[in-house]
Nanobody
């Protein structure tokens, strides 16, 4: 079992950057592939980015390609989401999630563990 806690959200202007962090408990973090999802008000939770257990494989939804970068530091039990050139449509609660499946999963129901989320608001 793993517990996840996101941090780094906030209110920024369009074009700004943010880096989200997701800290995991336990000593088995490297066994999990990790994903980032987001949910805007009134919308379903959607996939944003994912990385494999080693971090060597990454995958992004089309709308964030070239702007967001997912990475992980297994020594620190942490996964990151660097978000550049933010747009108002990126406004959402961002969640990190862990799955024992791999190497990359993009569907909500493939993930076993979720953080509580962190709010990202991008003003125009």
């Amino acid at each position: 079992q793993v517990q996840l806690e996101e941090s780094g959200g906030g209110l920024v202007q369009a074009g700004d950057s943010l880096r989200l962090s997701c800290a995991a408990s336990g000593r088995t973090f490297s066994r999990y592939a990790m994903g980032w999802f987001r949910q805007a008000p009134g919308k379903e939770r959607e996939f944003v980015a994912a990385c494999s257990r080693s971090g060597g494989i990454t995958y992004y939804t089309d709308s964030v390609k070239g702007r967001f970068t997912v990475s992980r530091d297994n020594a620190k039990n942490t996964v990151y989401l660097q978000m550049n050139s933010l747009k108002p449509e990126d406004t959402a609660v961002y969640y990190c999630a862990a799955t024992t499946l791999g190497p990359i999963k993009t569907r909500v129901y493939d993930y076993d563990y979720w953080g509580q989320g962190t709010q990202v608001t991008v003003s125009s």
